[in-house]
């Protein structure tokens, strides 16, 4: 195997050799042996050559290092140095070629107006998700696997949202995305949503956005309506019983009265579980309340 891949590399670079002499043989002869070219078109024939061949040594470093990239490391830190590699080899390819057509490049430079060009660019959009993508993945605020609710002031209530009924969570996350992060690239931050749809927000977006880190677990609140016959005191204790015995119980429980009716009172429990699907153990709580009360009211 490491001999077919050093047999790979050397193919390449032999290409790549022999195409740039393949150039040079063929200006050389429509500019001197045949002077097909007129000589003041001679520069602009040169800065199409240096942009070619600069051009094929650019991608041939870009493919062999993504390889290895690749390889020794995960897309998301793979990716921004390739960008890096790639701003940097167009770069040169733009000074050279500027270079041939008498442009004074030094001056240009000293005088920031590559800088301010590039400064100007990365300010859009495209470049703005790919810079975006470079800080997170520096600043790493979290990571493939952690579940996130992202705070997104520009798409907030954009999407479709399932609303709570008056008895189901109190908590309404209209202005963002909830979800597992499963990949970063150097454009978009990729969640599986809690509905199982995939969403790709820009990283342009996500730098700007407040992000809510979810981990070891979720507080789970339960609503329940009892009539007033049925005393708190009489069925406090059971319940919360009920409650720390459930799977994936995380030793934090808490139960209020919130409001009352004529007839009845309206009971608020929350205990915290070590899973992240509290609609899942918020049924399993109301189906435990609906044992324990309905047998009663009659």
Do not use: C
Request: no cysteine.
């Amino acid at each position: 195997m490491a001999g077919e891949r050093k047999g790979n590399v050397a193919g390449a670079i032999a290409g790549m050799i022999a195409i740039m002499i393949s150039l040079f043989v063929f200006v050389y002869i429509i500019t001197f042996v045949f002077p097909i070219i007129p000589p003041n078109f001679s520069s602009y024939v040169n800065a199409i050559f240096v942009a070619i061949i600069i051009y094929i040594i650019l991608k041939v470093v870009l493919g062999v290092l993504s390889k290895y990239m690749y390889k020794y490391m995960s897309p998301a830190r793979a990716h921004p140095i390739l960008f890096i590699v790639s701003i940097l080899g167009y770069f040169i390819l733009g000074v050279a070629v500027m270079a041939q057509l008498g442009i004074d490049v030094s001056s240009l430079i000293l005088g920031g107006s590559i800088v301010s060009v590039i400064i100007g660019l990365a300010s859009q959009s495209v470049l703005a998700n790919q810079f975006g993508g470079i800080l997170l993945t520096i600043v790493r605020p979290f990571k493939i696997g952690d579940h996130v609710f992202i705070n997104t002031w520009q798409y907030g209530g954009a999407f479709p949202t399932l609303f709570p009924k008056f008895f189901s969570t109190d908590r309404i996350e209209a202005t963002g995305y909830g979800g597992e992060v499963i990949a970063l690239t150097i454009n978009y931050t990729t969640l599986r949503l809690n509905s199982g749809d995939i969403v790709r927000i820009p990283n342009a977006i996500v730098i700007q956005s407040a992000i809510i880190l979810r981990k070891n677990g979720v507080i789970v609140q339960a609503r329940y309506e009892i009539p007033k016959y049925i005393t708190y005191a009489s069925i406090a204790k059971e319940i919360e019983n009920i409650v720390i015995s459930l799977k994936d119980y995380d030793n934090q429980f808490s139960m209020y009265v919130d409001e009352t009716t004529m007839n009845t009172y309206i009971l608020i429990l929350k205990a915290r579980f070590s899973t992240m699907d509290p609609d899942k153990k918020r049924g399993e709580i109301m189906l435990a309340l609906m044992d324990l009360i309905e047998p009663m009211k009659s």
